[in-house]
């Protein structure tokens, strides 16, 4: 399975950004997704998921600005992230579970990552 995460860049603070995340995963729908980040120094932290049907989970930092959504005809999972703040800089990753819930384990598969860089 291969994961491939794009739509990172560099942005104001205050700005926006849609990461999307296409799987070579011909049964996408039947797995959850998430959206993990690892900021200098840091690490590597949930951001939000999605379970195949369709239940959201954020981490509080960004309840109310950021977005998980899916797209099963395209095998693709988003981030939409609004109202960004410097601290929300980071190496952004996509994860796909290795069941219908998002349940972190050993047999997950991780997307390459793409750098968020929000600036003051």
């Known amino acids: 399975v291969q994961l491939q995460a794009s739509g990172g860049g560099l942005v104001q603070s205050g700005g926006s950004l849609r990461l999307s995340c296409a799987t070579s995963?011909?049964?996408?729908?039947?797995?959850?997704m998430g959206w993990y980040r690892q900021g200098p120094g840091k690490q590597r932290e949930l951001v939000a998921s999605?379970?195949?049907?369709?239940?959201?989970d954020y981490a509080d930092a960004v309840k109310g600005r950021f977005t998980i959504s899916r797209d099963n005809a395209k095998n693709t999972v988003y981030l939409q992230m609004n109202k960004l703040k410097p601290e929300d800089t980071a190496v952004y990753y996509c994860?796909?579970?290795?069941?219908?819930?998002?349940?972190?384990?050993?047999?997950?598969?991780w997307g390459q990552g793409t750098q968020v860089t929000v600036s003051s």
């Open positions: 999605i379970t195949s049907g369709d239940r959201t």
């Open positions: 995963e011909t049964t996408f729908s039947m797995y959850a």
């Open positions: 994860r796909k579970y290795s069941g219908s819930y998002s349940v972190p384990m050993d047999t997950d598969y």
